[in-house]
C-alpha cells in the first residue's frame, strides 16, 4: 500500500498498467484534463501520448468522458477501432461533484453493447475516475 504523501503521479501510470514503449491513445482532450496524470504517462512511455487520428496499432487507449460528450456507446467503437486484441481501453470520468460527472449506470449500460466488459474502477487524479475497459477474450486469457 502507498502511503498518501507517496502516491506520486509516476503510480498513476503504473495503476492504470501502462509500462514503458506501450502506445498509448488519448481521445477526448480538453482543458478540464488532468495533466499530472498525463505527464506520468508520458514519462512511464518515453514518448507523447498519440492524439485521436493516430494509425497505429494502440495498447491502451485513454478516453476522456464527461456527461455532456454524446454517446458513450459510439464512442467506445470507435476508441475499439485501433485497439490491440489484448488492449485495454480506460474510461476517465469526472468523479461525483464535478462538473460532467458521469453516472457509473451509464458505463455499465453502454460497455456490453460494445461487446467489451468491465474489469476495474480506479481513482485517477483528484478529479478524475478510471473504469477499465477490455475485450472479453482478453480478460479470460489473462485468468488462465
Known amino acids: 500500500m502507498v502511503a498518501a504523501g507517496d502516491a506520486g503521479s509516476a503510480s498513476v501510470a503504473e495503476r492504470l498498467g501502462i509500462k514503458p ?15 499530472d496524470v498525463r505527464a506520468a504517462i508520458e514519462e512511464t512511455i ?9 494509425d497505429e496499432v494502440i495498447d491502451v487507449v485513454l478516453l476522456w468522458w464527461r456527461d455532456e460528450d454524446g454517446d458513450l ?9 485501433p485497439l490491440d486484441e489484448n ?5 476517465l470520468t469526472p468523479k461525483t461533484g464535478q462538473p460532467g460527472h458521469v453516472e457509473p ?15 476495474a474502477n480506479i481513482s485517477v487524479g483528484a478529479d ?17
Do not use: C, F, N, Y
Open 73 to 81: 456507446g459510439d464512442a467506445l467503437v470507435d476508441a475499439r477501432g
Open 21 to 35: 514503449d506501450m502506445v498509448v491513445q488519448e481521445i477526448g482532450w480538453d482543458e478540464d484534463v488532468d495533466d
Open 105 to 119: 449506470s451509464e458505463i455499465a449500460e453502454a460497455v456490453p453493447q460494445v461487446g467489451l466488459a468491465q474489469t
Open 87 to 91: 488492449g485495454v481501453i480506460w474510461v
Open 128 to 144: 478524475w475516475l478510471g473504469t477499465r475497459l477490455v475485450s472479453p477474450k482478453s480478460s479470460k486469457a489473462k485468468q488462465r
Open 46 to 54: 518515453g514518448g507523447d501520448l498519440l492524439d485521436e487520428d493516430a
